[in-house]
């Protein structure tokens, strides 16, 4: 299978200092990829050098065999902390809208095409019943939905989301968690950051981030006690408690929580 993106020995930088090492990984084509890591072990750096926003300091990143600029058009995004405005209103329709801008321009008319996109979107993320409400009004889950939804509207080849399941409800959670993984049979490459060992073990690929790739390969291969304490420090790993899974005792880490469990 094809790999869509591949970093090679790169590095990235923010405010002058290393976020993230060398670091080399891949991403096979059509399937789902988890991002895990500790808090600030450059997950969400590596998802901005992939889609462009963050220059590299060294290394090569292909992105569907482009750089990343260029194959920005081909890649929609949801990053951490997505907003609106709240000063401009603007209706759940509107902003799922957006992701057709790329393509429309503000100006051009909408076709037919792009309305079925639109509405495609609002019915998969379940918030057709929302359409005319304002996006500032809504609670966060639904809200997550609508940028979901938005990036869904795009035309694209890789989805790419940071931390999409942190701190929703069951509902949006799940909603969200059945577009990743119907994705794939879409010929969508898929690509998320998480908190959650049980989310990346169902993944098809993880990447393994502690300041840089620790490992990079199926779930089996990369979620090893051994590459887990590496990554989360062996502190993490309660020896007595283990069943060999590699659990980490989230109680270190009180980002370690499914959401549907907070
Ligand atoms: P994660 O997403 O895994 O929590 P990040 O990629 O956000 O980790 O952070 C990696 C490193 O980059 C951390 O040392 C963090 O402090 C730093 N960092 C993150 N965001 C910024 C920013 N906007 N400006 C400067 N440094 C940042
Ligand atoms: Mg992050």
Do not use: W
Not at 22 to 43: D, H, W
Not at 91 to 117: A, H, I
Not at 199 to 228: M, Q
Request: net charge negative; hydrophobic share 40%.
């Amino acid at each position: 299978m094809r790999d869509v993106i591949v970093g090679d020995e790169i590095v990235v930088t923010r405010d002058g200092k290393v976020a993230l090492d060398r670091s080399s990984f891949r991403l096979p084509e059509a399937s789902i990829t988890a991002v895990i890591g500790p808090n600030g072990s450059g997950k969400s750096t590596l998802l901005h050098a992939v889609t462009g926003l963050l220059p590299l300091e060294s290394g090569t990143l292909r992105v569907l065999g482009q750089s990343p600029a260029v194959a920005r058009k081909d890649v929609a995004y949801v990053l951490q902390h997505m907003n609106v405005n709240p000063g401009v209103p603007m209706t759940v329709r509107e902003v799922v809208s957006m992701g057709r801008y790329p393509r429309l321009g503000l100006l051009s008319p909408v076709r037919n095409r792009d309305r079925q996109q639109i509405q495609e979107s609002l019915e998969l993320l379940r918030i057709d019943d929302l359409a005319d409400r304002q996006v500032s009004k809504l609670s966060g889950g639904q809200r997550q939905r609508v940028f979901v939804a938005q990036a869904l509207a795009q035309d694209h080849s890789i989805l790419l989301m940071d931390e999409p399941l942190t701190g929703l409800d069951i509902h949006s959670a799940h909603t969200i968690d059945d577009i990743i993984h119907e994705e794939p049979a879409r010929g969508c490459s898929v690509v998320f950051t998480t908190h959650d060992l049980e989310e990346a073990r169902a993944a098809d690929h993880v990447i393994l981030v502690s300041g840089h790739v620790v490992a990079d390969g199926s779930p089996e291969e990369v979620l090893t006690p051994d590459n887990l304490a590496k990554a989360y420090g062996l502190g993490l790993l309660h020896p007595e408690n283990s069943d060999g899974s590699g659990m980490i005792d989230d109680a270190h880490d009180p980002h370690f929580a499914h959401p549907n469990e907070s």
